[in-house]
């Protein structure tokens, strides 16, 4: 028993009956954190999420992802460049023939809290579709990517590129097979999608 239920003599049933959905109806929402928002999000939609806090961590990581798939020797497909420096240690097959390669290796613009999606433009995926890419995913980002919602994220966008506004702006939600397609989920490209994050703040 509590130490309030001790003091103030309250009853088991009736300590039990007090729950957080009983606050009044003009309390404020419990607030979680930004990056824990995103993380309980984007493993509600099925993505495959690992925290790393240095280059160190990210790439055993991305080796245990390799591993783990076979894909050791498969052919990536690769249009943001910069990635190619940054995991130069890896004898990575890079192709740019969508069509020929088992993963996409990407960087996203903004982590969305909101729903657990990544938004990416033009900059990661150029004029591609979603349905064209392949179906597994792995995406390097950093905690300073997070953003509460989508709406903060083409502000962010417009903000980085006021010279040129990157074009083919989209979120990726679904990180597994939609067993059962209803209006909400129309039209959306479901992903294996892997997040190495990077600790950066």
């Known amino acids: ?19 957080n959905e009983e606050r009044g109806k003009y309390m404020p929402d419990i607030k979680l954190p930004i ?12 993505g495959k999420f690992l925290y790393c806090e240095n280059m160190e961590e990210i790439q055993s ?5 390799l591993t783990e798939n076979n894909w050791e020797d498969k052919q990536v497909f690769l ?9 130069k240690d890896f004898d990575l097959n890079f192709t740019k023939k969508n069509s020929e390669s088992t993963y996409f290796l990407s960087t996203c613009e903004y982590l969305i809290a909101d729903d657990g999606s990544l938004l990416i433009s033009s900059n990661q995926i150029a004029e591609k579709k979603l349905k064209d890419l392949p179906s597994n995913f792995i995406i390097y980002a950093t905690t ?5 919602s989508i709406g903060e994220g083409l502000r962010g966008i417009k903000n980085k590129n006021r010279d040129k506004i990157p074009t083919n702006i989209t979120t990726i939600k679904h990180f597994k097979t939609i ?3 209803d209006f909400l989920t129309y039209g959306s490209s479901s992903k294996n999608l892997y997040l190495l994050l990077l600790e950066d703040l």
């Not at 028993?1 to 729950?19: H, P, T, V, Y």
């Not at 460049?81 to 995991?87: E, I, P």
């Open 61 to 65: 990581s991305l080796q245990d992802i």
């Open 1 to 19: 028993m509590s130490l309030f239920r001790k003091i103030f003599g309250l009853k088991e049933s009736e300590g039990d009956n007090i729950k």
């Open 179 to 181: 067993e059962d397609k």
């Open 79 to 87: 249009i943001d460049d910069r990635l190619k420096q940054l995991f």
């Open 144 to 148: 300073s990517q997070f953003v509460e």
């Open 35 to 46: 990056d824990e928002k995103f993380t309980i999000n984007f493993k509600a939609n099925g």
